[in-house]
């Protein structure tokens, strides 16, 4: 399985160090064979040679040049970053990425042969509006994107449960999942308030392949224990498959 944690504006770089390295301790000692992503603040990378993966939750889809305020892979491989959130709801609504610019993101990175988490989501009123309203909403996120790109984990995080302490139900969480493995064969993670004692729960859903998480997490022993989670939780499910 997949356990991601998603920083977003929080952690400096020193407070970055000291998670990972609580991080990779839990991870060495509970011999953890799940995959582990960090996406810390674009000042909190390191070129990191242990188990955890760490990626980027933003770049411009250049390798350098006068785009004020980004960074390209230039600056990626420096510190050996081959992972990109791409399509988050914040970049989305707060920070008005357009589908058109997310796909062509998405396209040079796939080019790159980065690893991409792609992110997709409805807000509340979609949600609202009906099943058929909410599909075609997703499927317009889906625009551009290669969804059969080897490098492709797709993240389901519906825009009203990020933050918010409120999830969709479990059968609504199973049945959007079901949907998008119809789409593809990329791993589908859930995103949007998990915590340590929502996340075995979650995990243990079906086509649910891992968690990505964002408040609950900027505690190193919260994530831990959802890795643990997803550590007991994964032959269950390769069982029940
Ligand atoms: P949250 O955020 O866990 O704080 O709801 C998830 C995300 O935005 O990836």
């Not at 020193?14 to 960090?38: C, G, K, M, P």
């Not at 969804?147 to 984990?153: G, S, V």
């Not at 990020?162 to 479990?170: C, H, K, L, Q, S």
């Amino acid at each position: 399985m997949i356990v991601a944690a998603n920083f977003k504006t929080n952690l400096t770089r020193y407070q970055t160090r000291e998670y990972l390295s609580r991080l990779e301790a839990f991870i060495h000692d509970n011999n953890i064979s799940q995959e582990v992503f960090i996406f810390p603040t674009a000042t909190s990378i390191y070129s990191h040679a242990g188990k955890v993966n760490i990626g980027i939750q933003n770049a411009y889809p250049t390798k350098n040049g006068a785009f004020t305020g980004e960074i390209g892979t230039d600056q990626l491989d420096e510190f050996e970053i081959r992972t990109v959130l791409i399509g988050h709801s914040e970049r989305r609504h707060v920070l008005g990425e357009t589908q058109e610019f997310i796909a062509n993101k998405y396209q040079f990175y796939k080019e790159h042969g980065y690893k991409i988490i792609y992110c997709i989501g409805e807000p509340l009123e979609v949600r609202k509006s009906g099943t058929s309203e909410m599909m075609s909403y997703l499927d317009s996120q889906l625009v551009g994107i290669d969804m059969h790109y080897e490098n492709l984990i797709l993240a389901y995080e519906p825009v009203w449960a990020i933050g918010t302490g409120v999830t969709p139900t479990n059968e609504d969480i199973v049945s959007l999942h079901s949907a998008l493995r119809r789409t593809c064969t990329a791993s589908i993670l859930y995103g949007g308030s998990v915590k340590a004692d929502n996340a075995k729960e979650i995990l243990s859903l079906k086509n649910v392949d891992g968690i990505l998480v964002g408040s609950g997490a900027l505690d190193v022993d919260d994530f831990c224990s959802m890795i643990n989670d997803a550590e007991n939780i994964k032959l269950n499910k390769e069982i029940n498959r």
